[in-house]
C-alpha cells in the first residue's frame, strides 16, 4: 500500500544518510536492509507493519550483526 511504500522510502533515504556519515565519524555501517528489503522495500514476511520486524526478521538482523558484536 501507499503508506508502507512512503515509509519504505524514507527508511532507505534515512540508511543512505547513516552511511554517508558513518565513515566520517569513525564507525562502520552495516546494511543490514539489503538482506530485509532487497528491492528498497521491506518483504512482507519480516515485518508485521512495515517497519517493525518479525521474529524472522529480526533472526536475520542477529546474524548480520552478531559477527560485529564480539
Known amino acids: 500500500d501507499k503508506e508502507r511504500r512512503n515509509k519504505n522510502i524514507e527508511i532507505n533515504k534515512i540508511n543512505r544518510i547513516l552511511e554517508t556519515e558513518s565513515a566520517p ?3 562502520q555501517y552495516i546494511d543490514v536492509n539489503k538482506h530485509l528489503a532487497p528491492d528498497g522495500f521491506l518483504l512482507e514476511k519480516y515485518t508485521v507493519d512495515g517497519i517493525h520486524l ?4 529480526y533472526e536475520i538482523w542477529r546474524n548480520i550483526l552478531s ?4
Open 25 to 27: 565519524l569513525g564507525f
Open 54 to 57: 518479525t521474529v524472522q526478521g
Open 67 to 70: 559477527p560485529y558484536l564480539k
